[in-house]
């Protein structure tokens, strides 16, 4: 049985957004808002050992779904009336969404690592 999994960036979409958000990692990286981003992401392009574990889990039949906290709004707005906080990691369940890693766990991780040894212990 296949799984989704969706994560949140505590970002929004769009061009300007990503080009200031590139800016910011590079130059004030303590005072960045996403730990999801900062984990994933360096400041240009995604890192191999993230690139490397999405494709692990893919081969495996894990669906993945990656949203900036704008388009999460938008496209699950109508369906979930709970408020999540962000960056958050959710799994598609058969009536709704669960929570798979909180905010406060992913805003603790210091290194892309962390947060693929807990997506391995909880999927």
């Known amino acids: 049985m296949s799984q989704k999994l ?44 993230w690139t490397q574990f999405r494709k692990e889990l893919e081969e495996v039949g894990t669906e993945l779904e990656f949203l900036h906290k704008n388009e999460f ?3 699950y707005r109508s369906k979930f009336s709970h408020k999540f906080t962000f960056p958050i990691v959710l799994i598609a369940v058969d ?8 905010t406060h766990e992913l805003n603790s991780f210091m290194a892309p690592d962390a947060l693929i040894s807990l997506v391995k212990r909880r999927v």
């Open 6 to 49: 969706l994560f949140i960036y505590n970002a929004d979409s769009g061009l300007r957004n990503s080009i200031v958000d590139g800016a910011h990692k590079i130059l004030s990286p303590a005072t960045y808002n996403c730990n999801l981003c900062k984990l994933t992401h360096g400041a240009l392009s995604e890192k191999k050992i």
């Open 95 to 102: 009536n709704g969404l669960e929570v798979l890693i909180h």
């Open 73 to 75: 709004g938008k496209i």
